[in-house]
């Protein structure tokens, strides 16, 4: 089994997520007593969101380049990033390591175009939604459809992520406030929609939607094990 590198605590909320997937999945996949072998790097969030909305994507990418170098000193024999938005420099981790970087968008990729989806919705942070590091990998690679909420909407999804989830509040006016968003994009032609945030999750289930919701958190982790587990 190899030893996965998480690079987490952004948020922590869905950190916890990621490492309770990932040990459910080698459980299920092995049995008896087996858990997953990792190391998890935890960030302070609060330092990666100032700079987040501060624009200092430069000092940003420093963080988790730094992350990901102590996660393969540690002993990591993979890298994941706990988060949609900071895939924003994966290119720049992948390069400054010698150990491959699972990416979240093809672990979430792979399962739609498995599905015969051509159009989707992406639900993020604003910087998830609004820049191309997200959609251009979607469409460039997997040659999808993407689609995202206008302005107004793009602020709700955004904002209810960072005042309520990455705290861990759960609200219901919340929920039906995705779910139109959510519905108007299918009327937009979008077949399925990405919970492109790792935190959406915890506010939307697939029972909530008329249409298939692709959860990035647990598409993500669960590819992380079945690389794990894989034999050399």
């Not at 000092?59 to 990033?81: C, N, P, R, W």
């Not at 904002?159 to 779910?179: T, V």
């Not at 249409?211 to 894989?230: C, F, G, N």
Request: aromatic content about 6%; hydrophobic content about 40%.
């Amino acid at each position: 089994m190899r030893t996965i590198g998480l690079i987490g605590g952004m948020s922590w909320e869905s950190s916890l997520l990621y490492y309770q997937i990932i040990n459910q999945s080698v459980k299920e996949k092995l049995g008896g007593h087996h858990s997953a072998k990792s190391i998890l790097l935890s960030v302070d969030f609060q330092e990666i969101i100032d700079l987040q909305h501060q624009g200092n994507w430069d000092e940003a990418t420093k963080i988790m380049i730094d992350s990901a170098q102590k996660l393969e000193a540690a002993g990591a024999d993979l890298i994941v990033i706990c988060t949609n938005t900071m895939h924003k420099m994966a290119k720049e981790v992948e390069e400054s390591v010698s150990i491959p970087l699972l990416h979240i968008a093809d672990a979430t990729a792979t399962e739609i175009v498995k599905a015969g989806i051509k159009k989707v919705a992406l639900l993020g942070t604003a910087f998830t939604m609004e820049q191309d590091f997200y959609k251009g990998r979607l469409a460039e690679k997997f040659e999808l459809e993407v689609i995202v909420p206008n302005a107004s909407d793009r602020k709700i999804v955004h904002d209810i992520i960072y005042q309520e989830l990455c705290l861990g509040i759960i609200n219901d006016e919340s929920r039906k406030a995705y779910l139109k968003i959510i519905d108007g994009l299918n009327k937009q032609g979008a077949e399925a929609v990405i919970l492109g945030c790792t935190e959406i999750t915890l506010l939307i289930a697939q029972d909530d939607c008329s249409i298939p919701i692709y959860d990035t958190t647990r598409l993500h982790a669960e590819s992380a094990v079945d690389y794990a587990l894989k034999e050399n």
